[in-house]
């Protein structure tokens, strides 16, 4: 889960949390599933008869080097059907990228080894998005495989992606919809009874004492991370200007390694480790000089022999 406010490095206080903020969103969406499976059905467009949840927040982790993904909100409908729900609040440039990577890994979760392909499930990945993430001012974009040539051959892979664009204008939405997305653009529609019971349970949420304690050590966590960050991005910065100042003062000849241990505030160790790094730079860049040099006197000869053929 996301503690992070959406627009900054900063984090919101619990009891400030809306259903756009990742937290509030997964708690939710996975303790009211009836409000889970309305959303579903009103993104689908159709009945489903159950959900059920395998996992809070599902983790998948089975490639080699242990590169996974945590997941939203991962439930499971009529026929093993695994609808993923993601709430999307900034932009990204990799996000279609992103979608494809959950649906692979997706399917490497469920099939298991030696199985036939058959068995995979069908599937929905869902983003909700803050944004319209393709600019045509649609509600909801759906895709699907089909053959490029002829858009009427569907592949049939059971497999979709849907995106939920809350400032779109081109379908007639519901009732439903509608209220959906003003509640996703931050505004409430009264006498829906959707929208009411689904900030109902948000109130309900950030009076629950065990998430907000939940939350209070997700947000230290994320914390001391970013204070990390810094403090490294801090310690890089200090190292490379040190470096920039030796360079001066070994190229001006006028201070011995005392002096300039002394100036910059760093050991005899580190003023080594900083001499052999300029040194091995300055290696290369001889070795490319001389290169260059090279293939410059290389090009004039077979100018010169190309001028007296012609002559």
Known sequence: MNVKNSSQN?????????FTDDFMFCKVMQNNPDLCKHLIELIIG????MITYP????????????????MDVYVEGDEGTIYDIEMQTSMLSNL???ARYYQGMIDLNTIERGADYKELR?????????????GQARIKYTF?????????????DDAYI???????MKENPTEDMIALMSYLRGEMIKRNSFIEDLDAAVKRAREKEDWKVEYMALSLKFQDAMEEGRAEGRAEGRAEMQQNIVIKLLSANQFSDKEICSIVDISEEKLEEYKK?????????????????KISGLLQYVLCINILLCL
């Not at 900063?10 to 809306?18: G, I, Q």
């Not at 599902?58 to 080097?65: Q, R």
């Not at 699907?144 to 049939?156: F, H, N, P, W």
């Open 144 to 156: 699907m495989q089909t053959c490029q040539v002829d858009y009427r051959i569907k592949l049939g």
């Open 162 to 168: 849907i995106y939920i664009n809350p400032f779109g």
């Open 96 to 98: 279609n990228k992103r």
């Open 122 to 134: 069908k599937t929905y990945i869902i983003f909700l998005c803050k944004f319209d993430p393709f």
């Open 46 to 49: 159709k009945k489903i008869t």
């Open 10 to 18: 900063t984090v919101k206080k619990y009891e400030e949390l809306t």
């Open 55 to 70: 996992d809070t927040q599902k983790a998948i982790e089975i490639t080699a080097d242990g590169k996974g993904i945590r």
């Open 277 to 293: 790094c300029i040194w091995t730079q300055r290696k290369k860049n001889s070795i490319h000089d001389a290169a260059r040099r």
